[in-house]
């Protein structure tokens, strides 16, 4: 069975070189010039969604069982963007 690595060995004549080096696990990306995710991103597209989703509870529904989901779903996205941001914050200087 072939295994899924792919092996780079330079320095033979029927081996092209294409200048792929093995970078440093913590920016896999440094040779296109961008690191890491878009965190300002997500977390304010976290928080549009999170307003998106308790803008949704105005309208013509009588049941509140719609709105308990609605605010939960909003809660809970608004808790994950909490912790990323907690849990993230210092690594980037």
Do not use: C, Q
């Not at 995710?37 to 989703?53: C, Q």
């Amino acid at each position: 069975m072939a295994s899924t690595d792919v092996e780079h060995t330079g320095g033979h004549a029927e081996v092209i070189d294409t200048g792929w080096r093995r970078e440093p696990a913590d920016a896999p990306s440094a040779r296109f010039g961008w690191h890491g995710v878009a965190t300002k991103t997500f977390y304010g597209a976290a928080v549009f969604f999170a307003a998106f989703l308790l803008l949704m509870m105005i309208g013509n529904h009588t049941g509140h069982v719609e709105d308990i989901w609605l605010v939960a779903f909003a809660v809970g996205v608004l808790v994950i963007a909490a912790r990323g941001w907690w849990m993230s914050r210092g690594k980037w200087s």
